[in-house]
């Protein structure tokens, strides 16, 4: 006789379903007291952050009529005032070299904090695709990291990886208030997906890092794409009801707020001022801010982009905005960080390989000796230069703090944040556009967020470039110099190039893996985002249910019967 069994599925509070695969080791991250105190902090924070959210649009139709970002009269008392932020914990007072990379695989996770560098950024935003099987074995890897007994068989080379007595201190980037968790529904609408990275991370680990690596501070983390303060609002008071829930000193947990999108770099001083407890500086996002940057002036053609390599620190608009972020810290006592180096090592070609290198050290120069602290690294093979030249300049010292760096800051303004970068605008950059958003995008789609293409590592951030440049050529239609041919960006000539950079990725990559992989769907969805009327806000959110994958518990018969 056939009995009747359910599926295994969570044990969720009222209120709660979980929409994900059953996994008995993801069941000891979703425990009933982990997503109860998850849903405690959607159900206080959910109308703040939608009211965030309403704001960031009405602020954007304000820009398409035309005005421009600046900083806010209201808040003059907050930026001319005389306060500081709360002392820097001794265990992270050294940042010098920072790597980043995603929660998962777990073999980068460990391989990142034995890499030598001071604090390894582990990524549930930019570096990640979100799908489920990412993010709970991310949560997984990071408990297991803050225990201390993380380690991964590789059968294939014979070599388990175990932690080092010496790793990078961690840092935890939750994903941005505008992604949602589908596979998580409270109260019968998707989870904030930044909620869920924080919660179930804090809950499970606050003890044990603290007591660990913290040297009695910390969690620490890492806050992405905010636009205003009142999103830094949202961010301390989830803060507060976390250390008040874990009977934790207020000021425990510490947190570098990302510096991506134009209108925060505005918004600088009234960021760290609501953040003051829990503060541990600001970061120079270049290349989401380069995104920011097109998407806040999408409607203005005087405003146009030169091709992506072009625009780098050297573009007058990007270097006051890394002065102003060092002064803006240095002022309020906290770390100044400088932004990603994203080359990879080059093992067929030494030259190549020590010219990428040599380019490196050169920002890296500039970055410390304008007053930044510290800065980023995507893979360990950049850790020993990069650390050369910040402790060549820093002499002993831990960070720049306390010094007059960055005092070019001080007369950056307006004007200064916004001047229209200058360069050339070409086809081959359409291309480039092209084939780095496409193969970053098909990898995303299956699972990978972290992509190397052409010796860079690339994230959303930089396939989030090439889409909005090509959206902001299009619509304005914009020169392009073809071999000293002028043409016009059009529909028609983007997709007679989509065409071509199509077959020349499927040459790259090789026909079996392109027809396996998910390349021609990505090249239709880029295509379909590079010439939509109205410019979607993020890649990876009009992609999202793409990935996502719902396993709601069944009923399954048992019986000799079945087949």
Request: contains cysteine.
């Amino acid at each position: 006789m056939a009995a009747s069994t359910a599926a295994p599925c969570y044990d969720a509070p009222e209120g709660v379903d979980v929409r994900g695969r059953y996994d008995r080791e993801f069941a000891g991250i979703l425990t009933r007291d982990a997503l109860d105190f998850v849903a405690g902090l959607q159900r206080e924070f959910r109308a703040a952050v939608r009211y965030a959210m309403e704001q960031r649009r009405e602020a954007q139709r304000r820009y398409d009529a035309g005005e421009l970002p600046r900083f806010d009269p209201a808040t003059t008392l907050v930026r001319e005032g005389d306060w500081t932020c709360a002392p820097v914990p001794p265990a992270v007072a050294d940042r010098t070299v920072e790597i980043t990379g995603p929660a998962e695989p777990r073999k980068m996770v460990i391989n990142a904090l034995n890499s030598g560098a001071k604090v390894f950024m582990a990524d549930f935003e930019d570096a990640l695709s979100p799908t489920w099987e990412n993010l709970m074995h991310g949560q997984v890897n990071l408990r297991d990291a803050v225990a201390g007994t993380i380690s991964f068989r590789d059968a294939a080379r014979g070599r388990t990886y175990e932690l080092n007595d010496r790793t990078a201190k961690l840092f935890v980037r939750p994903r941005g208030w505008h992604l949602p968790e589908a596979h998580i529904l409270i109260d019968g609408e998707p989870a904030i997906g930044c909620l869920v990275d924080f919660g179930l991370y804090f809950f499970h680990n606050h003890a044990a890092f603290r007591a660990g690596q913290g040297a009695g501070f910390g969690p620490f983390f890492y806050l992405p794409k905010m636009e205003h303060s009142r999103e830094a609002r949202i961010w301390n008071g989830v803060f507060q009801r976390a250390e008040k829930a874990a009977g934790i000193e207020l000021g425990s947990i510490r947190a570098t707020v990302l510096v991506e999108t134009l209108p925060a770099v505005f918004q600088m001083n009234e960021i760290l001022h609501e953040l003051r407890e829990h503060s541990a500086g600001l970061n120079c996002g270049r290349w989401d801010y380069i995104f920011s940057y097109v998407k806040t002036f999408r409607a203005h053609p005087d405003r146009l982009l030169p091709d992506r390599a072009l625009v780098g620190m050297a573009q007058h608009f990007m270097r006051s905005y890394s002065h102003l972020l060092i002064h803006t810290c240095h002022r309020r006592g906290v770390h100044a960080m400088g932004g990603m180096a994203a080359q990879i090592p080059i093992k067929d070609d030494a030259a190549a390989n020590e010219a990428a290198l040599e380019l490196v050290r050169k920002d890296k120069l500039r970055e410390v000796r304008a007053g930044h602290d510290g800065t980023w690294a995507a893979h360990p093979g950049l850790i020993p230069a990069i650390r050369e030249v910040f402790e060549g300049h820093l002499g002993g010292r831990p960070n720049q703090i306390g010094d007059a760096a960055g005092h070019e800051g001080a007369s950056v303004n307006e004007e200064d944040l916004i001047q229209p970068p200058r360069g050339a605008r070409t086809v081959d950059g359409l291309r480039l556009n092209v084939r780095v958003g496409v193969q970053y995008l098909a990898a995303w789609l299956a699972g990978s967020g972290s992509v190397p293409l052409y010796n860079l590592m690339e994230d959303a951030a930089t396939a989030e470039i090439s889409r909005v440049q090509n959206w902001q050529w299009l619509r304005h239609g914009a020169a392009l110099d073809a071999g000293g041919v002028e043409v016009r960006a059009t529909p028609e000539l983007l997709a007679r190039v989509v065409e071509e950079e199509m077959a020349r990725v499927e040459a790259e990559v090789g026909p079996d893996r392109f027809r396996k992989g998910r390349y021609a769907e990505a090249g239709r969805i880029f295509s379909r985002q590079c010439t939509a009327p109205e410019l979607d806000d993020f890649l990876t959110l009009d992609a999202y249910n793409l990935i996502v994958a719902h396993h709601p518990a069944i009923e399954i018969r048992t019986d000799d019967q079945q087949t």
